[in-house]
């Protein structure tokens, strides 16, 4: 079960959906180069998130909240909290072989 739904969620997205494009509008028309470095802003943090990895790249699960990057046959690996894990393991398991 997800929670208890509530209606009012539409009703505040649209609002804020109204406020936005209305503060966008007044902004490009009074204040144009603050605009403009604002609009740049946002792009480059919307292709910053698009270009985030978002699943493993051993296992192939999908991300959830962490990630970890690990060094695996010289190539730099994102990884989901299991595989991270078992990496930890084996590097564990294999310093105490090596003592």
């Known amino acids: ?6 209606s009012n969620d539409g009703c505040a997205t ?3 959906g109204i406020i936005a494009i209305g503060f966008a509008v007044y902004l490009i028309s009074n204040h144009p180069v603050w605009a403009t470095i604002i609009g740049v802003l946002l792009v480059i943090g919307f292709v910053g ?13 999908p991300l959830k909240r962490n990630i970890y990057q690990w060094n695996i ?3 730099q690996k994102v990884l989901c909290a299991h595989c991270n894990q078992q990496m930890e393991r084996n590097n564990s398991r294999d310093a105490m072989k090596n003592l």
Do not use: D, E, H, I
Request: charged share 15%; aromatic share 0%; with cysteine.
């Open 1 to 6: 079960m997800s929670g208890k739904n509530n």
């Open 14 to 16: 649209c609002l804020g």
């Open 49 to 61: 998130k698009a270009l985030q990895p978002t699943r493993c790249q051993v296992c192939g699960n």
């Open 73 to 75: 046959n010289g190539k």
